[in-house]
């Protein structure tokens, strides 16, 4: 897989199918660049992204958004 920026990078991440479940953690070079992908094999569960009022993420081996 070939990006030359994180918006694409993250497309891709989002959207590939993988092996098994798990969580990506990306990182951008400019500000606010940076996301946690929760995955199960075809896509994306849920995407959390750095905002301007939340700068830093937290990701332990559970699902945050699930009730």
């Not at 569960?45 to 905002?51: C, G, K, N, Y």
Request: proline share 3%; with cysteine; charged share 20%.
């Amino acid at each position: 897989m070939e990006c030359d920026n994180y918006a694409c990078a993250k497309a891709k991440y989002s959207t590939s199918p993988i092996i098994s479940p798990g969580y990506m953690i990306l990182g951008g070079v400019s500000g606010n660049e940076g996301a946690i992908i929760t995955r199960d094999k075809f896509g994306a569960d849920d995407i959390t992204e750095l905002t301007a009022d939340k700068w830093f993420l937290v990701q332990t081996n559970d699902d945050h958004f699930a009730g």
